[in-house]
């Protein structure tokens, strides 16, 4: 390398050009990648114009998992891909010995690539379960993980349970700009939330189309919530009620005034009022019109084909669901196919080629350049609220 000499007689480093600069803010990571989608890995790759790290993951003949790491990755940024899908159980424990591996390898830092975070729906306590997602996040922690990137938590307080950083990315841009150049005369579109737990997410998408909302309430059977799994207690015998009684009396104010105001039970302690649901209804008028339900996943898709059944009946000319993540288990292809629903748009977060050459019906929008985003600023150390512009508590 040839030095310049200024004026004063100093010796000066030449000017870097600045594929010079784009080598040297690339030299130091490396992307690796599971089982679980390495489709979408090499795509991240190739957007980043850098080569997928060399790691070959396989699994014993006692299905134990085995991880080989062929590069250095000593003093690296490690950024490892891998998504949840129907093998949850093999992503995760894939996920967690890769991490490890790069931790004892003197990795520099290990991000893990999740777009789409298995076990995201067990993140309330249930009966005698357990808060599922809690275990995995200091799993993932405890494995050498230093940072998460994600896409569209099944709830935001999710991030509360790690003790290292997660960005929950955003893929409500895609989905809007799909509606906008893809969906003829979408300005006669209606947003519909297929349940009362989707209607935010459903109102955010309204409002950045300007366009109506619709809500089904109702549900065709009951919730795991509302079975009955025998915790139920036998009443209190008469003895226990008296006993009951008289303690509360003995706790009333003493005051003629203040006790007028206090109101006490008779007998125990009074039950919870049976829920009853009502049948499937739509407020909101969806007749004539295209509606678009919305949502972060379609799994078990029985619920939309009911909700599509009756926004059918209720006069809706056309029917899309669009959604981020796509893991369509199951007979789902095949019950998409014969619902009246026109068309399911999902991101590439999770691979579903087979799925859709069960069921013609199913769309794919790529999100690799938004994940390439990300990990380009995490690493040269810039903001990410680029990314979460104009996201409101709702989206």
Not at 221 to 238: C, I, L, M, Q
Not at 263 to 291: C, M, N, Q, W, Y
Not at 344 to 363: A, D, F, G, R, Y
């Amino acid at each position: 390398m040839l030095l310049q000499r200024n004026k004063l007689g100093s010796v000066r480093p030449p000017k870097r050009c600045r594929s010079d600069m784009d080598n040297t803010s690339t030299s130091d990571i490396v992307i690796i990648n599971g089982n679980s989608h390495p489709d979408l890995a090499n795509m991240v790759a190739e957007r980043m114009g850098i080569k997928n790290g060399g790691c070959s993951v396989f699994h014993k003949s006692n299905r134990e998992t085995i991880v080989e790491i062929s590069d250095s990755v000593r003093g690296k940024d490690i950024y490892i891909i891998q998504t949840g899908t129907k093998d949850a159980n093999n992503n995760i424990m894939e996920l967690l010995i890769m991490a490890y591996a790069c931790k004892t390898s003197s990795a520099r830092s290990i991000v893990g690539v999740i777009p789409y975070l298995p076990y995201s729906k067990q993140c309330k306590m249930r009966k005698r379960g357990c808060i599922v997602s809690k275990l995995l996040a200091k799993m993932m922690c405890t494995s050498g993980l230093t940072h998460i990137i994600t896409m569209d938590l099944h709830q935001k307080e999710i991030q509360g349970f790690f003790d290292i950083p997660v960005d929950n990315l955003r893929a409500s841009p895609f989905l809007l700009q799909y509606i906008q150049e893809s969906i003829p005369d979408y300005r006669n579109s209606v947003i519909v939330a297929r349940n009362p737990g989707v209607a935010k997410k459903a109102n955010s998408y309204a409002e950045r189309l300007r366009l109506g909302l619709a809500v089904i309430h109702g549900e065709q059977k009951e919730t795991d919530a509302d079975e009955v799994d025998g915790r139920y207690s036998p009443p209190p015998t008469s003895a226990y009620s008296n006993l009951l009684g008289n303690s509360v009396e003995m706790c009333l104010p003493a005051t003629p005034s203040a006790r007028q105001r206090t109101t006490s039970v008779s007998v125990g302690v009074p039950e919870h009022i049976v829920k009853v649901k009502p049948p499937l209804t739509i407020v909101g008028d969806v007749s004539g019109r295209i509606a678009i339900m919305v949502d972060d996943l379609i799994d078990d898709v029985q619920a939309f084909v009911a909700a599509a059944e009756m926004l059918k009946e209720n006069g809706a000319c056309k029917i899309y669901v669009l959604a981020t993540h796509g893991l369509l288990s199951s007979d789902a292809p095949r019950q998409l196919d014969e619902s009246p629903i026109d068309e399911i748009v999902v991101t590439n977060t999770i691979p579903h080629e087979i799925q859709k050459l069960q069921c013609h019906k199913i769309k794919t929008i790529d999100i690799s350049i938004l994940i390439a985003e990300a990990i380009r600023r995490i690493h040269n150390k810039e903001s990410m609220s680029y990314l979460f512009r104009n996201v409101t508590l709702e989206d």
